[in-house]
């Protein structure tokens, strides 16, 4: 007997028993991305199938463009982990999770096959169509976990996804030479970038002083809008990218 999905895409149905009740109140208006960063397929569906583990996703999105749904979407899938975005930190409770394969950094990382992106756009359209999610709040797992997390990568082809109306992004300002800011560096340069990175959304500590979190912040950025060049270091293209970015947002209270 088949049973039915919450997606109006073609996809099957293999539960996963990781999940739990959604916060009270939480309003689902985020999609994050991930890989899965495993060897093959098969050992990433164990791993989010399996009740030791304490891990899952919502949806699982094969390299040929086969989707499963693990967890419904109305169940708080246990993707996210430790993170934040504009100062939320149960991203779990008001989120969609959709983990794509891909071994990763870790163990060979390559681009996503046309198949596989074009799966991955129809059923992120309709989680948004269905869910009234913002462009915007189409997110990667490292943009919500940037000291920790560095999926799906500087590969992902975010822009594909922008072009069929899903997530923000700009075409990344022209890589220049000259060095701008880097960790260690302070004053309010530094404080100015800290305050942009948050308004989008990135935890990062307005303080001036270019720390640790302040890069891994601008790392998550570049990886996600400016892929050519990730190092942590803020120069004009980042600073270029990242105003045009805010300039593109629709609302800063959406």
Same mark, same amino acid.
């Given at each position: 007997?088949?049973?039915?999905?919450?997606?109006?895409?073609?996809?099957?149905?293999?539960?996963?028993?990781?999940?739990?009740?959604?916060?009270?109140?939480?309003?689902?208006?985020?999609?994050?991305?991930?890989?899965?960063?495993?060897?093959?397929?098969?050992?990433?569906?164990?791993?989010?199938?399996?009740?030791?583990?304490?891990?899952?996703?919502?949806?699982?999105?094969?390299?040929?463009?086969?989707?499963?749904?693990?967890?419904?979407?109305?169940?708080?899938?246990?993707?996210?982990?430790?993170?934040?975005?504009?100062?939320?930190?149960?991203?779990?409770?008001?989120?969609?999770?959709?983990?794509?394969?891909?071994?990763?950094?870790?163990?060979?990382?390559?681009?996503?096959?046309?198949?596989?992106? &074009?799966? /991955?756009?129809?059923? =992120?359209?309709?989680?948004?169509?269905?869910?009234?999610? #913002?462009?915007? $709040?189409? *997110?990667?797992?490292?943009?919500?976990?940037?000291?920790?997390?560095?999926?799906?990568?500087?590969?992902?082809?975010?822009?594909?996804?922008?072009?069929?109306?899903?997530?923000?992004?700009?075409?990344?300002?022209?890589?220049?030479?000259?060095?701008?800011?880097?960790?260690?560096?302070?004053?309010?340069?530094?404080?100015?970038?800290?305050?942009?990175?948050?308004?989008?959304?990135?935890?990062?500590?307005?303080?001036?002083?270019?720390?640790?979190?302040?890069?891994?912040?601008?790392?998550?950025?570049?990886?996600?809008?400016?892929? &050519?060049? /990730?190092?942590?270091? =803020?120069?004009?293209?980042?600073?270029?990218?990242?105003? #045009?970015?805010? $300039?593109? *947002?629709?609302?800063?209270?959406?």
């Amino acid at each position: 007997m088949s049973v039915a999905t919450d997606t109006s895409v073609k996809a099957r149905v293999h539960p996963s028993p990781n999940h739990g009740e959604r916060a009270d109140g939480a309003r689902i208006d985020t999609v994050v991305l991930h890989y899965t960063g495993m060897q093959t397929a098969e050992a990433a569906l164990q791993r989010l199938c399996d009740p030791r583990a304490e891990v899952s996703a919502h949806y699982l999105v094969y390299e040929e463009g086969t989707i499963l749904q693990c967890v419904p979407e109305a169940r708080r899938a246990w993707h996210a982990g430790r993170s934040s975005w504009k100062g939320e930190t149960d991203i779990n409770s008001r989120s969609i999770g959709v983990e794509i394969v891909n071994p990763g950094h870790e163990f060979g990382y390559r681009p996503f096959p046309e198949d596989q992106i &074009e799966a /991955v756009i129809a059923l =992120v359209s309709d989680i948004c169509r269905r869910h009234g999610i #913002a462009a915007w $709040r189409v *997110l990667g797992h490292s943009d919500i976990a940037p000291d920790r997390k560095e999926d799906p990568g500087e590969l992902f082809p975010w822009d594909r996804l922008s072009d069929a109306g899903i997530g923000l992004y700009v075409d990344p300002f022209p890589i220049g030479t000259g060095l701008f800011m880097q960790e260690g560096d302070r004053g309010q340069p530094v404080e100015a970038v800290q305050s942009m990175l948050g308004l989008y959304g990135y935890e990062v500590n307005i303080s001036g002083v270019f720390d640790e979190g302040t890069r891994n912040a601008v790392t998550a950025f570049q990886r996600h809008f400016r892929p &050519e060049k /990730v190092d942590g270091i =803020v120069d004009q293209s980042t600073i270029e990218t990242l105003n #045009a970015l805010l $300039r593109k *947002l629709p609302s800063l209270s959406e």
